[in-house]
């Protein structure tokens, strides 16, 4: 982490490596036309241990580069990889809502950010020289309602986005817990704690925060899910119909489905029985075989772990066990399995698999 500033060109190129490594654990993707997506909390908590922290009514508000620009068309997604849809903070803070069942808040600026990366750096360059606090589109409504706060954001400048401190100085958030999940490159969380801090001195940041390098966010699911359970939350249990069984050979593995049409129309299909599957190996990295029909699709950049259920191209179904990037549709994800024993439950070469619902 860098703490201080010494000269003009020195702070020239921290930003650049800052803003490139946004990563850590987050930034993400975004439609300035899009509705803010408030989606509501769960009403009934888990009958565990864990039931008061899941009862509590959570916000997960957080900026990205991606909700904040006018994508180009001609946009290196080489160069700018955290401004193509889903961004890095925003796929980090749609598994913390999964997780938490909180409601989702995008900081959105009035003048979006350009695009282009040496353009975007720019501005935030000098927004920050200047100490500005951007216009946002839309605030949250009746902030009161919220007693936990999950805070995404970016490493910009060593520190954050301005427009999370237009954010935080339009709220009030005395009282409130907030938890800290930032992406970022090599600069780390710099000094973005300290400012968020320093801007809302009467709530209670914890020192639990979870951080990934940008490059990383995309396959940071599992720990992020973890870290959230840690803090003693955990989504409800799943509603009947919502695990799939995998019988491949001896072994029988259940996978947790998504919620989502795909995974929907997956269900309807196998409510008619089981359904077999003489699955492929590809590139050491997968096992596909044919759905012998075509569902809808909910594509998104994607980068796969062991045990990951994927449709590709609508009708195909694959199994991952080793990681892979590109645009698919998630059906859900295998339990309690990893890579190595994954590998040997499905062997090499062709495999039979049969999927049903749990009952």
Known sequence: MMKKRWMATLLASALIVSLAGCSGRTEESTDESRPVQMQEDTENGNESQNTAETQRKVLIAYFSWADNAILEEDVDATTSPSVIPPGNVQQLAGWVQEETGGDLFSIRVADP?????????????????????????????NLDQYDTVFLGYPNWWYGVPMALLSFLEENDFAGKQIYLFCSHGTGGLADSVEIITD?????????????????????????????????????????????????????????????????????????????????????????VGSLGQSLPTNDEQITTEAGDLILYQGNSFVIYYAPNSWNFTRLGKINDVNEEELRAILGEGDVTVSLSLAE
């Open 113 to 141: 950010y350009p695009s282009d990366w040496d353009e975007c750096l720019e501005r935030a360059n000098d927004e920050r020289a200047e100490d500005e606090r951007p216009e946002l589109v839309e605030n949250v409504e």
């Open 199 to 287: 801007t809302v001195p009467d709530a209670e940041i914890s020192d639990q925060i979870f951080d990934c390098y940008e490059e990383d966010a995309a396959s940071s699911r599992e720990e992020i899910v973890r870290w959230v359970q840690e803090l003693g939350y955990k989504a409800d249990s799943q509603e009947d119909g919502d695990t799939l069984n995998l019988q491949i050979g001896d072994a029988t593995l259940t996978a947790t489905l998504e919620d989502n049409s795909s995974a929907q129309a997956l269900k309807e299909m196998l409510a008619d029985g089981p359904v077999t599957l003489n699955m492929q190996d590809y590139e050491n990295m997968e096992k």
